[in-house]
Nanobody
Framework: QVQLVESGGGLVQAGGSLRLSCAAS????????SGWFRQAPGKEREFVAA????????DYADSVKGRFTVSRDNAKNMVYLQMNSLKPEDTALYYC??????????????????WGQGTQVTVSS
């Protein structure tokens, strides 16, 4: 439904910060709920964060709540994930996701129809 391209991944030490960016194509991005998933090697993909169309509603996985912040700028067709106090357990491939739906606090893979290619985040101890 929409093309998503993540950037900003890289290597960071434990306790550090990193901001991921997601660029969305199209003129109707404000119709899409968006968010982030992640997947570590050998593990299932897990929900990280979601944000409503207007950016007012946000939801986080318990494992990142208080450390990560999801935001969006519809005028720029951008979604962000600010990650603070990073832990080695945060090491994963991070995916930007989106779906043309109502909010409903989506947190399942099947809730999102559009996925980016992923950007790698590696946190060293």
């Amino acid at each position: 439904q929409v093309q998503l391209v993540e950037s900003g991944g890289g290597l960071v030490q434990a306790g550090g910060s990193l901001r991921l960016s997601c660029a969305a194509s199209g003129r109707t991005f404000n119709r899409y709920v968006s968010g982030w998933f992640r997947q570590a090697p050998g593990k299932e993909r897990e929900f990280v964060a979601a944000i409503s169309r207007n950016g007012l509603m946000r939801d986080y996985a318990d494992s990142v709540k208080g450390r990560f912040t999801v935001s969006r700028d519809n005028a720029k067709n951008m979604v962000y994930l600010q990650m603070n106090s990073l832990k080695p357990e945060d090491t994963a491939l991070y995916y930007c996701v989106a779906d043309e739906r109502s909010w409903g606090a989506p947190n399942r893979e099947r809730d999102f129809g559009s996925w980016g290619q992923g950007t790698q985040v590696t946190v060293s101890s």
